[in-house]
């Protein structure tokens, strides 16, 4: 099976013995992963047997206890809750949050538009996802340069020979936005036959094992960036290869914005000496196959849609765009429905902000809000207050800026309901939760992370065990909620016809939208031509409009879903390969457009950030390789060890204010206070502290054994709502000002 927890999409061997797992393994014979894997796949079997996961959905009783009930009777609850809520309100009053796990999860991230776009059929306005505490910097960027928000090169991991990378720790997260398995190994071999170069407040273990590590103050990547630019251009290094000639405009134009960053202007805010900067642009500019690489640090900070702007523009400027050991687009082996234009857009060109948050004002960018403003949707009164609420494998409480404030705005709802198989920090609040099957009980197949990946592969696993036939899939409950919102209960949704209406809605938006393989082509025919239900049959459907797919009957010799699956280790079909840009980009110009006003205007945000003082402390994030957000705390054999949940910071610092490892230092933001144990070590810059995120567990009224043994602080009862990078929505969750001192006494916890 391909491991469905990370983006690097390991094959697994699971050795079952009966109804029990006996081991998992990382599959040599998997033509991807050729082996590799990590501690969390190889606890797939303790995930799978944890006694605390959900089989059986659970309802809330008056008393806030939660019960396990029949299928039939959480049916009946949730359209107990649901109905009063739309026959008042309106779908208006309802929302959708979407956590991460759905894009791990192909019966979720194939029906979540069935959720979403039914319910904005029946008058939704803007739903919520973790996106905006993530990559919304990065869709932005993409849509407005490439043309689609899904659209973006990723280095040539297997030829560059200068890598520099900006906020991202592959060692723990195995790559993001980035899929390779063993990132680790294609980084050694990078350091081996060049250099890799990491800028990260932390030296963490990607640092480590890197050729530098550069140490930048929080936030401040754009300005480094500008004054790479800047030094580049100065000394005549633009590169402007014949490959990108007519393919890319706008250079020119970015080069004029970097006229004032310059290194010395610059320094002292970055904490990166002018020195330094002149020459990582002269390592850059003189490597035979530069390439630049950034992620989550580099996004949800102050500045992220201008630091991951420049990123690309840099990348264009050293001529690495498209061409091998440089930023290549990757071709996806199965067409996915995430590549369409949402259908609100217009046809050329993208627009943000054609609607505002009801609370805040926020300007929408995709349809959404910054995550933050869901808790103030809820508890504002007035005319579109949010009085019902859908969570599908998220946990909001500890992942969303203004944890506070969620945490008591989801008790105020008339009606919550949780897709979810765990009884957490969020789903405690849900009136009834409808538990999702385990990993290994549902098929599995990646739909996005292949758009960013460093082979083209095609692979499909089969559950490992049969689920017990009384258990629907997460795909039908989506449809059954989504079905309820025109009036149906959710007991008397027809599933099937629902399922048949959405697929056929799809292939009429991808005949009718331009750019897709269906554009121009006859709906009911294409949809005459898949057989199945389900899944199964959008697998299918993806696999056969892709590249090597058999275009639904017109090149009989290609592939199908039917057809994949004789292959239980997958299909190795391409290498990442350059010269792609023009089947890529679909810009208005059809060119890379690398100047945009949506990105300049917020230039003068970023100037004027120079000229303001650093707070005393600046509040960044981390990851472990053994968690997974906030989500597989509950594993044993990932528990093991020290406690994750600690401060880190310098050892000056903490000479200063009094701290020493092990005692509890209190760390103080505009949003709240905590008391956490400190971490004292040089791993992090001077001036800077780090929390990771995802914990915060020993919840009453949770059920989580494990975790709960372990609970850490909830870094987002810290990190501000209004803290936004503007251009994106994006919520700033690294750079947050901050003071620490030592905490007199005992007593972990939140405070006030
Ligand atoms: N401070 C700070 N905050 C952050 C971040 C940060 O770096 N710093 N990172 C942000 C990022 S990048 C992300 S993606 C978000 C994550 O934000 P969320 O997606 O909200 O949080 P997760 O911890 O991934 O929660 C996953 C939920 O899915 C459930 N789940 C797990 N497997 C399944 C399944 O198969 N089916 C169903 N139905 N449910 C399942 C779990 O029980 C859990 O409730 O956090 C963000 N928050
Ligand atoms: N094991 C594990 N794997 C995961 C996850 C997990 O929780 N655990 N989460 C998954 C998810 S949802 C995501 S989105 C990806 C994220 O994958 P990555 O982007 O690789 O995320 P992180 O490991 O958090 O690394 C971000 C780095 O940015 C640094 N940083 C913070 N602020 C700044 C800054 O201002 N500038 C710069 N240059 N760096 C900064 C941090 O110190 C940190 O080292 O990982 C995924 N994979
Ligand atoms: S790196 Fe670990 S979590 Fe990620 S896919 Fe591989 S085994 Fe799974
Ligand atoms: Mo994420």
């Not at 190889?42 to 089989?55: I, T």
């Not at 029946?122 to 689609?148: C, E, I, K, R």
Request: some cysteine.
């Amino acid at each position: 099976m391909t491991c469905p927890l990370c983006e690097a999409m390991c094959g697994l061997t699971v050795r079952v013995s009966g109804n029990v797992v006996q081991s998992v393994r990382g599959n040599r014979d998997d033509v991807w992963s050729l082996g590799h894997s990590c501690p969390k796949g190889v606890s797939l079997g303790q995930l799978h047997h944890d006694p605390d996961r959900l089989r059986l959905p659970m309802v809330k009783r008056p008393n806030g206890d939660h019960v396990t009930v029949s299928w039939d009777d959480a049916l009946a609850e949730s359209e107990r809750v649901l109905r009063p809520v739309i026959d008042r309100h309106g779908a208006r009053a309802l929302t959708v949050y979407l956590g991460n796990p759905v894009a791990h999860n192909i019966g979720l991230s194939l029906y979540v538009g069935a959720l979403v776009g039914f319910g904005q059929a029946a008058g939704m306005q803007a739903y919520y996802t973790p996106g905006t505490v993530d990559q919304w910097p990065l869709n932005v960027v993409s849509a407005l340069l490439f043309g689609g928000m899904w659209n973006g090169p990723i280095p040539d991991l297997d030829h560059t020979d200068h890598l520099l990378i900006l906020g991202a720790n592959p060692s723990a997260s195995q790559g993001s936005m980035l899929s390779t398995p063993d990132v680790m190994r294609s980084l050694r071999a990078i350091a081996g036959r060049g250099k890799v170069v990491v800028v990260d407040p932390r030296r963490t273990r990607t640092a480590e094992r890197a050729s530098e590590w550069v140490p930048i103050r929080p936030g401040t990547d754009a300005l480094l960036l500008f004054a790479i630019l800047h030094s580049l251009n100065e000394n005549g290094w633009i590169s402007r290869p014949e490959h990108l000639r007519d393919r890319v405009s706008g250079l020119d134009d970015v080069i004029a914005l970097a006229a004032s960053f310059t290194p010395e202007r610059v320094a002292g805010t970055t904490g990166i000496d002018a020195m330094t900067i002149r020459r990582m642009a002269r390592e850059l500019a003189h490597a035979d196959n530069p390439v630049l690489y950034s992620r989550i640090g580099a996004c949800t900070q102050e500045f992220g849609t201008l630091a991951t702007w420049l990123v690309f523009v840099i990348n264009v400027a050293v001529g690495a765009l498209d061409r091998r050991g440089g930023a290549l687009f990757p071709r996806p082996a199965a067409w996915s429905q995430m590549f369409m234009k949402p259908p609100d857009q217009p046809a050329d060109g993208w627009q943000f902000g054609r609607y505002h948050s009801r609370v805040r004002c926020a300007p929408e960018v995709f349809g959404q809000f910054p995550i933050s403003c869901l808790a103030e949707e809820i508890d504002t009164p007035g005319d579109g207050q949010i009085h019902a609420l859908i969570t599908v494998a998220g946990n909001p409480v500890i992942s969303a800026p203004g944890s506070r404030r969620l945490t008591s705005a989801l008790g105020m709802l008339d009606a919550m309901i949780s897709v979810d198989s765990w009884l957490n920090e969020t789903t405690r609040h849900a009136d009834v939760i409808l538990p999702g099957l385990s990993p290994l009980e549902r098929p599995h197949s990646d739909d996005l992370y292949w758009a960013y990946s460093t082979a083209s592969c095609l692979k499909w696993s089969d559950a490992v065990f049969e689920p017990s036939p009384d258990r629907p899939t997460e795909w039908e409950l989506l449809l059954r909620l989504g079905g309820s919102f025109f009036g149906t209960a959710v007991s008397d949704v027809d599933v099937p016809a629902l399922d048949d209406l959405y697929v056929g809605g799809l292939i009429a938006t991808a005949c009718t939208q331009s750019n897709t393989p269906l554009t121009g082509r006859d709906p009911a025919r294409a949809f005459a031509a898949l057989a199945d239900r389900g899944p199964a049959r959008l697998v299918d459907l993806g696999i056969r409009l892709g590249p090597w797919g058999d275009g639904l009957g017109e090149r009989p010799d290609g592939l199908t879903l039917q057809a994949v699956r004789q292959h239980p280790n997958g299909l190795r079909l391409e290498e990442l390969a350059g010269g792609r840009i023009a089947e890529i980009v679909t810009t208005p110009s059809g060119k890379v457009e690398l100047f945009h006003p949506h990105l300049a205007d917020d230039v003068a945000r970023l100037a004027a950030r120079i000229d303001r003082r650093t707070p005393e402390f600046l509040l960044t994030s981390r990851r472990h390789l053994r968690s997974n957000n906030s989500w597989l705390h509950n594993v044993p054999a990932l528990m093991r060890g020290t406690e994750r949940c600690t401060l880190l910071i310098h050892p000056v610092d903490a000479a200063r204010i009094g701290v020493g490892t092990g005692e509890l230092a209190q760390i103080t933001t505009s949003e709240g206070a905590l008391s956490v144990a400190a971490e004292v070590s040089d791993e992090v810059m001077p001036g800077v502290v780090c929390l990771p995120h995802g914990w915060g567990h020993g919840v009453a009224g949770t059920r989580l054994d494990t975790a709960n043994a372990h609970p850490g602080v909830n870094s987002n009862l810290l990190n501000p709502p209004g803290l936004i990078d503007v251009p994106s929505n994006t919520q700033v969750v690294n750079g947050v000002p901050c003071s620490v001192r030592a905490k007199e006494g005992n007593g972990h916890g939140p405070e006030g």
